[in-house]
């Protein structure tokens, strides 16, 4: 008898205690989500290769985050990010067609590569060159593939 007493004791206080917490926490609601920033999401990662499109061994490659400041592991994102922005995230921008001059005529191909999402919309974009030489010609001094 004495060891029912004291379980029903037990349980009682245990009851008491949890149901004091809950009503002293009040009902938990669940809140609709908020967004974590006021800037879009802008996450980069962008790569240099060796080899054809279908079969690339990365050389480089950098990480870009543009939102809500310029960062990453690119070695100038502040300038980066403000060349993207004057071209509105469209890579192709950034590659000029241009005589490869005193490039050359190696087949050592290059493929840049950018994944990731810019301004919160998804981004895959890839170019390819003959070598190294005419990369740097079509790129002219952008920093966004300088590193």
Known sequence: MRYNLGRFCVIATVSTLVL???????????????????????????????????EVTVQRAVTLSCAPRPQGTHPAPAAAC???????????????????????????????DVTGVWQGRSVSWSAGFGNACEMQASLGEGPVFAF
């Open 82 to 112: 403000s060349e993207l922005r004057a071209v509105n995230g469209e890579f192709a921008r950034l590659t000029t067609p241009r005589s490869p001059g005193k490039c050359t005529r190696q087949w050592d191909p290059v493929v840049l």
């Open 20 to 54: 004091s917490g809950t009503a002293a926490m009040g009902v938990a609601q669940s809140r609709p989500a908020q967004p974590t920033s006021l800037y879009a999401p802008s996450a980069l990662v962008l790569s240099v290769g060796k080899g054809s499109a279908d």
